[in-house]
């Protein structure tokens, strides 16, 4: 009997030879055995050069890594050094058999930084500039002629030599602007894909979905273009329309006798479509089918249905209602990685937006990867999407037209994303500082060229940017500076504040709003700094504001960077837009924590903590505040799970906060009940869930009852309550707190001259190890930095042991440092 795998294959053959056969596209990630050294070399050629393993003279020495890969893993939150800006190359060795006949061999790169140089052997097949869109490199010619020469065989055993060369050097003529609030990373930090496409394919697809405001008829428009080196005068094909239960609900054919431009393939009207919604995003597939002699290609596309409109003076409507844009941000960073985040990393990621109530966030401050966007398309969260024209000024020709072109292929390349109802043309584009001139007329005149070539390229979509007055009036929506209790003013002048900036203008948005908060650290007063600011003078970011130092009070210098204090700002602006029918929405600044290498003085170096994630995803006491306020599903987290030691006079009230969306809450201490509470949003903080409590000196009980319809959910923590009172910090108590799967967790305490921990202090500590283990470092986080702000007197870090032995130290500025061996 012949096996079923065998039978299949057989066929397959008997196919090929009838002359009709469609070949599986291929298209393969590129992602191990590839070797990176992260420096310039001589050229091309000391990447393939024949060497001697061993001999001293084979240099520079590659390192082994995995795509996507960031040259700055590490070094953008190194406390020691200024991160690396500079060229690093890559290489590998490919098998490449393409099986289409005359079909085009394709590199397709979802993203490198930020500028990059393609060679096959010694052979460089192209060059791109930007490091945020994603660019093909047709490798076709350049391998055909490898495989004709000698060292193909014999140096190279069959397979194709590809070296690659990445450089994020600073280049004033470049976007975004180093300038940026963020790391401009180096690398190919996206994934890259070999992909074999027959001699006609297609390059892209345009569907556009619309639907009238009673969601009553759409209609699908389909636009080709096709991918056509080889210069073919005739094409045809199949569009299939599937709904979002899989059934093929449309269906045409077309016949080209023409392919040189984008071609409309044909117009569907669907009636009644699903619409598509953050609460239930359905998605339509757009199935296209090209076929060139004997040879098929196929490429599908998701879009959606629906209608939005930012209502003149007024609030947003999706699908002809009013909806609250509930947002925040998002960069492409994470602890370990940087920039070079796996799928199963940015899966996590957007879930735990989802999760946290999420409809819609601005990608700041340029295009992201594909994968991000298809998960808002099928989470449901809108988007505003954004070209990286960010901040110093306005450059020349060669700057403009990158700009042109990274505003263009954005655009272009995420065209069919439902979830996309912004694009933006910049951001805070008065801040100079890259040229000798600052023209404003001159940045006016392209941020309106800019909003034209946006509106041609997609006239269903509005243009928006954030913070640049003088540019106020280019784009359909505006989002001015608003930082209430944190640059400037306090929380509760945000109303207020708004309410003026949304009479400026036709249509309103707020981006970026918030504050830092060190994650582990929390405070019994975190309002204390409001009372030095001064009120009545604006709310909004100014250039030196970012300062720790210098300049008028403001909470983002003076206040305490407490988990606490940013619980309240958020709470109060929550409960605020609640009453704010006009609003259109918010999107707070930002997600998740992010390396940035203009604040080095920061309580994590070179971090910006404005998150309500750290930059290892871990939550912070914040995103229980968004989930209380945004989401359905009944939830209750009491304020301090990561708070152990409160401290205060024996009796005193203390207040308990429980963040919920339930109607009602029972708070228990120590197993007795502090009563019912009802939830109300306009009663702050935790809309109405406090109490005021008093706790046994040493270990205190907290739980929570709360009541959600028939649903009832819990939540319990553990506190110990400090009453003695400490002097300033005298020396360091350092122990091993924990160890599970050869990791081993220290943490350091700052104890007075009597031994009681200084719950208060804010002293900079720096780990330190000797021997086989390995700290681990560099990564940005509260837990995870060698160098970090205590937070309530302590610090925690782990190392893994390596199987062996260590000496982990601990130093700090006035005080003895310590050791512990492991």
Same mark, same amino acid.
């Given at each position: 009997?012949?096996?079923?795998?065998?039978?299949?294959?057989?066929?397959?053959l008997l196919l090929a030879t009838a002359g009709h056969i469609t070949i599986a596209q291929q298209k393969t990630r590129l992602i191990n055995n590839w070797e990176f050294v992260r420096?310039?070399?001589?050229?091309?050629?000391?990447?393939?050069?024949?060497?001697?393993?061993?001999?001293?003279?084979?240099?520079?020495?590659?390192?082994?890594?995995?795509?996507? *890969?960031?040259?700055?893993?590490?070094?953008?939150?190194?406390?020691?050094?200024?991160?690396?800006?500079?060229?690093?190359?890559?290489?590998?060795?490919?098998?490449?058999?393409?099986?289409?006949?005359?079909?085009?061999?394709?590199?397709?790169?979802?993203?490198?930084?930020?500028?990059?140089?393609?060679?096959?052997?010694?052979?460089?097949?192209?060059?791109?500039?930007?490091?945020?869109?994603?660019?093909?490199?047709?490798?076709?010619?350049?391998?055909?002629?490898?495989?004709?020469?000698?060292?193909?065989?014999?140096?190279?055993?069959?397979?194709?030599?590809?070296?690659?060369?990445?450089?994020?050097?600073?280049?004033?003529?470049?976007?975004?602007?180093?300038?940026?609030?963020?790391?401009?990373?180096?690398?190919?930090?996206?994934?890259?894909?070999?992909?074999?496409?027959?001699?006609?394919?297609?390059?892209?697809?345009?569907?556009?979905?619309?639907?009238?405001?009673?969601?009553?008829?759409?209609?699908?428009?389909?636009?080709?273009?096709?991918?056509?080196?080889?210069?073919?005068?005739?094409?045809?094909?199949?569009?299939?329309?599937?709904?979002?239960?899989?059934?093929?609900?449309?269906?045409?054919?077309?016949?080209?006798?023409?392919?040189?431009?984008?071609?409309?393939?044909?117009?569907?009207?669907?009636?009644?479509?699903?619409?598509?919604?953050?609460?239930?995003?359905?998605?339509?597939?757009?199935?296209?089918?090209?076929?060139?002699?004997?040879?098929?290609?196929?490429?599908?596309?998701?879009?959606? !249905?629906?209608? !939005?409109?930012?209502?003149?003076?007024?609030?947003?409507?999706?699908?002809?209602?009013?909806?609250?844009?509930?947002?925040?941000?998002? *960069?492409?960073?994470?602890?370990?990685?940087?920039?070079?985040?796996?799928?199963?990393?940015?899966?996590?990621?957007?879930?735990?937006?989802?999760?946290?109530?999420?409809?819609?966030?601005?990608?700041?401050?340029?295009?992201?990867?594909?994968?991000?966007?298809?998960?808002?398309?099928?989470?449901?969260?809108?988007?505003?999407?954004?070209?990286?024209?960010?901040?110093?000024?306005?450059?020349?020709?060669?700057?403009?037209?990158?700009?042109?072109?990274?505003?263009?292929?954005?655009?272009?390349?995420?065209?069919?994303?439902?979830?996309?109802?912004?694009?933006?043309?910049?951001?805070?584009?008065?801040?100079?500082?890259?040229?000798?001139?600052?023209?404003?007329?001159?940045?006016?005149?392209?941020?309106?060229?800019?909003?034209?070539?946006?509106?041609?390229?997609?006239?269903?979509?509005?243009?928006?940017?954030?913070?640049?007055?003088?540019?106020?009036?280019?784009?359909?929506?505006?989002?001015?500076?608003?930082?209430?209790?944190?640059?400037?003013?306090?929380?509760?002048?945000?109303?207020?504040?708004?309410?003026?900036?949304?009479?400026?203008?036709?249509?309103?948005?707020?981006?970026?709003?918030?504050?830092?908060?060190?994650?582990?650290?929390?405070?019994?007063?975190?309002?204390?700094?409001?009372?030095?600011?001064?009120?009545?003078?604006?709310?909004?970011?100014?250039?030196?504001?970012?300062?720790?130092?210098?300049?008028?009070?403001?909470?983002?210098?003076?206040?305490?960077?407490?988990?606490?204090?940013?619980?309240?700002? !958020?709470?109060?602006?929550?409960?605020?837009?609640?009453?704010?029918?006009?609003?259109?929405?918010?999107?707070?600044?930002?997600?998740?924590?992010?390396?940035?290498?203009?604040?080095?003085?920061?309580?994590?170096?070179?971090?910006?903590?404005?998150?309500?994630?750290?930059?290892?995803?871990?939550?912070?006491?914040?995103?229980?505040?968004?989930?209380?306020?945004?989401?359905?599903?009944?939830?209750?987290?009491?304020?301090?799970?990561?708070?152990?030691?409160?401290?205060?006079?024996?009796?005193?009230?203390?207040?308990?906060?429980?963040?919920?969306?339930?109607?009602?809450?029972?708070?228990?201490?120590?197993?007795?009940?502090?009563?019912?509470?009802?939830?109300?949003?306009?009663? !702050?903080?935790?809309?109405?869930?406090?109490?005021?409590?008093?706790?046994?000196?040493?270990?205190?009980?907290?739980?929570?009852?709360? *009541?959600?319809?028939?649903?009832?959910?819990?939540?319990?923590?553990?506190?110990?309550?400090?009453?003695?009172?400490?002097?300033?910090?005298?020396?360091?108590?350092?122990?091993?707190?924990?160890?599970?799967?050869?990791?081993?967790?220290?943490?350091?305490?700052?104890?007075?001259?009597?031994?009681?921990?200084?719950?208060?202090?804010?002293?900079?500590?720096?780990?330190?190890?000797?021997?086989?283990?390995?700290?681990?470092?560099?990564?940005?986080?509260?837990?995870?930095?060698?160098?970090?702000?205590?937070?309530?007197?302590?610090?925690?870090?782990?190392?893994?042991?390596?199987?062996?032995?260590?000496?982990?130290?601990?130093?700090?500025?006035?005080?003895?440092?310590?050791?512990?061996?492991?």
């Amino acid at each position: 009997m012949i096996p079923v795998r065998k039978l299949k294959s057989l066929l397959i053959l008997l196919l090929a030879t009838a002359g009709h056969i469609t070949i599986a596209q291929q298209k393969t990630r590129l992602i191990n055995n590839w070797e990176f050294v992260r420096q310039d070399l001589g050229g091309v050629w000391e990447a393939v050069r024949p060497v001697t393993p061993g001999n001293p003279e084979s240099l520079p020495i590659w390192d082994k890594v995995n795509l996507p *890969h960031c040259f700055n893993a590490r070094d953008a939150v190194d406390p020691d050094v200024n991160y690396y800006q500079g060229p690093g190359w890559y290489r590998t060795t490919l098998n490449i058999n393409n099986p289409y006949a005359n079909g085009r061999t394709l590199l397709h790169f979802e993203g490198a930084g930020q500028k990059t140089d393609v060679y096959v052997y010694t052979t460089k097949v192209t060059s791109h500039l930007g490091g945020y869109d994603e660019w093909t490199a047709d490798i076709t010619k350049a391998v055909e002629d490898f495989k004709k020469t000698d060292v193909f065989n014999k140096q190279f055993k069959g397979k194709v030599p590809v070296e690659i060369r990445c450089d994020n050097s600073r280049d004033l003529e470049s976007i975004p602007s180093q300038l940026s609030d963020f790391n401009v990373y180096g690398g190919i930090y996206r994934y890259l894909n070999l992909v074999y496409v027959p001699a006609l394919s297609l390059d892209k697809i345009f569907a556009s979905a619309e639907v009238d405001k009673a969601g009553v008829l759409g209609k699908l428009d389909i636009k080709a273009r096709f991918y056509n080196p080889g210069n073919s005068q005739s094409a045809q094909g199949k569009i299939e329309i599937t709904d979002p239960q899989g059934k093929v609900i449309a269906s045409a054919p077309y016949n080209l006798n023409a392919i040189n431009t984008d071609v409309k393939l044909a117009g569907f009207q669907v009636k009644k479509p699903k619409l598509w919604s953050p609460a239930d995003p359905a998605l339509y597939k757009v199935t296209v089918t090209v076929k060139s002699g004997d040879q098929t290609f196929t490429q599908t596309e998701k879009v959606g !249905f629906r209608n !939005f409109e930012f209502v003149d003076n007024g609030p947003f409507n999706l699908n002809g209602k009013r909806l609250l844009l509930r947002g925040t941000h998002r *960069h492409e960073d994470n602890a370990g990685v940087a920039e070079a985040m796996t799928e199963d990393m940015m899966v996590k990621e957007m879930q735990l937006m989802k999760d946290m109530g999420v409809n819609f966030i601005r990608l700041g401050h340029y295009q992201q990867s594909r994968i991000i966007l298809n998960l808002c398309d099928s989470l449901g969260i809108l988007v505003w999407e954004e070209e990286p024209w960010c901040r110093g000024g306005l450059g020349g020709e060669v700057y403009k037209n990158q700009a042109r072109a990274m505003l263009t292929n954005m655009i272009e390349q995420h065209y069919n994303h439902p979830a996309i109802i912004l694009w933006g043309l910049g951001n805070e584009n008065d801040w100079a500082g890259d040229f000798p001139e600052f023209d404003k007329a001159k940045i006016h005149a392209f941020m309106a060229e800019q909003n034209d070539r946006a509106h041609q390229l997609d006239p269903s979509r509005k243009t928006t940017i954030r913070r640049c007055d003088f540019c106020a009036d280019v784009p359909d929506v505006y989002s001015p500076s608003i930082w209430a209790g944190w640059y400037r003013g306090i929380y509760t002048e945000y109303k207020k504040t708004t309410e003026e900036e949304f009479k400026k203008v036709k249509h309103f948005f707020h981006a970026e709003w918030g504050g830092d908060s060190h994650a582990l650290r929390h405070s019994e007063n975190p309002d204390n700094a409001l009372s030095k600011v001064k009120t009545g003078t604006g709310t909004d970011e100014r250039l030196g504001d970012a300062s720790l130092v210098g300049g008028a009070a403001r909470v983002s210098k003076d206040g305490d960077w407490s988990e606490s204090y940013i619980c309240n700002l !958020f709470d109060w602006h929550l409960k605020e837009q609640e009453t704010m029918p006009w609003l259109t929405g918010s999107a707070f600044w930002i997600f998740k924590d992010f390396s940035t290498p203009i604040r080095p003085d920061n309580p994590i170096p070179y971090m910006n903590q404005k998150g309500v994630v750290e930059r290892d995803m871990t939550p912070k006491e914040s995103y229980y505040v968004f989930q209380s306020y945004w989401t359905e599903k009944p939830m209750a987290h009491i304020y301090g799970h990561t708070w152990p030691i409160r401290w205060g006079e024996a009796g005193e009230y203390k207040m308990v906060k429980v963040y919920s969306n339930c109607d009602n809450a029972e708070l228990f201490v120590n197993g007795k009940s502090m009563g019912i509470k009802k939830r109300n949003s306009q009663d !702050f903080p935790a809309a109405g869930l406090h109490w005021q409590v008093t706790f046994n000196k040493g270990k205190n009980n907290i739980k929570v009852i709360a *009541h959600k319809g028939k649903t009832t959910v819990t939540d319990e923590i553990d506190q110990e309550y400090q009453t003695d009172k400490w002097d300033k910090p005298a020396h360091m108590v350092f122990q091993k707190i924990a160890e599970v799967n050869g990791i081993i967790t220290v943490q350091v305490k700052l104890v007075d001259s009597k031994g009681i921990q200084c719950l208060d202090a804010v002293n900079w500590v720096n780990f330190s190890l000797a021997g086989d283990g390995k700290l681990l470092d560099d990564l940005g986080t509260s837990s995870g930095s060698r160098k970090v702000q205590v937070y309530n007197g302590r610090a925690i870090i782990s190392l893994k042991t390596n199987g062996g032995k260590s000496v982990v130290g601990v130093a700090s500025p006035g005080l003895q440092s310590v050791f512990i061996n492991l």
